[in-house]
């Protein structure tokens, strides 16, 4: 009985915790509408692009875009590796 007391008031605190963080977050100002803004208003001008989407990701965004891919690739690389080795049988072939 104790231990559901303690998961349900737990469960309140966190509930309670969750909506003064998203009323805090949406009383106050965004302080990124200068650089959307400024993305939006500039990206024909700036990139020649006629699609803004392309555009903000791979002109303004373009470092970003890059890690993305690399952790992406990194990612199936180690799912890879992984399960090659759960198809050949894995301890099994390791010690031969």
């Known amino acids: 009985m104790m231990k559901r007391f303690f998961t349900i008031f737990f469960l ?9 963080v ?12 200068g ?8 990206t024909i001008q700036k990139t ?3 699609n803004s989407v392309t555009a903000i990701v791979f002109d303004f965004r373009g470092y970003d875009t890059l890690g993305e891919s690399f952790v992406l690739c990194t990612a199936v ?3 890879a590796v992984i399960l090659r080795k759960a198809v050949k049988g894995g ?3 390791e010690t031969k």
Not at 12 to 20: D, G, L, Q, S
Not at 22 to 33: A, H, L, T
Request: hydrophobic share 45%.
């Open 12 to 20: 309140a605190i966190i509930t309670v915790i969750a909506f003064y």
């Open 91 to 93: 301890r099994k072939d």
């Open 22 to 33: 998203s009323g805090i977050i949406s009383v106050s100002p965004s302080p990124y509408n």
């Open 35 to 42: 650089v959307a803004k400024y993305m939006v208003d500039y």
């Open 48 to 50: 020649h692009a006629l």
């Open 77 to 79: 690389t180690g799912v």
